[in-house]
């Protein structure tokens, strides 16, 4: 088996576990709603400039877009399926970092972000 048939079968049992087969569903759920779905979309974009801004990509976040984001997590984590929509891709952003984790030791690859200074 090459490299390429063991990262798509990877991507088989990932697609398959128990955390992604319940983070599809709860993202059913969560976007069923269509006011949900546009506050979801705007949450991601900002989450999205924010990170990016984290690490100098794209400069300071403006502070109109970090109120407005504050607003929405707040506002969002109040509905009770959005919330476990949010928590659920949480936990398979963190499962999914484990597996990277183990991949770039197994590689020998550090992929640390220098300091901006």
């Known amino acids: ?3 390429y048939d063991t990262a798509h079968a990877l991507a088989g049992e990932i697609s398959r576990s128990e955390e992604c087969v ?7 759920r969560a976007m069923s709603d269509e006011t949900n779905r ?7 974009r900002l989450q ?3 990170q990016m801004s984290m690490v100098g990509a794209a400069g300071e976040m403006p502070g109109e ?32 970092a484990d597996v990277f984790k183990i991949l770039t030791d197994a590689a020998g690859v550090t992929l640390d972000i220098p300091d901006k200074n």
């Open 48 to 50: 999205v400039r924010l």
């Open 1 to 3: 088996m090459n490299i």
């Open 38 to 44: 546009l506050l979801l979309e705007e949450y991601k």
């Open 65 to 96: 877009d970090m109120q407005r984001f504050q607003q929405l997590a707040a506002l969002l984590y109040m509905n009770s399926d959005v919330q476990a929509y949010l928590m659920a891709e949480m936990q398979m952003q963190k499962v999914l």
């Open 22 to 28: 319940r983070l599809r569903e709860l993202r059913e």
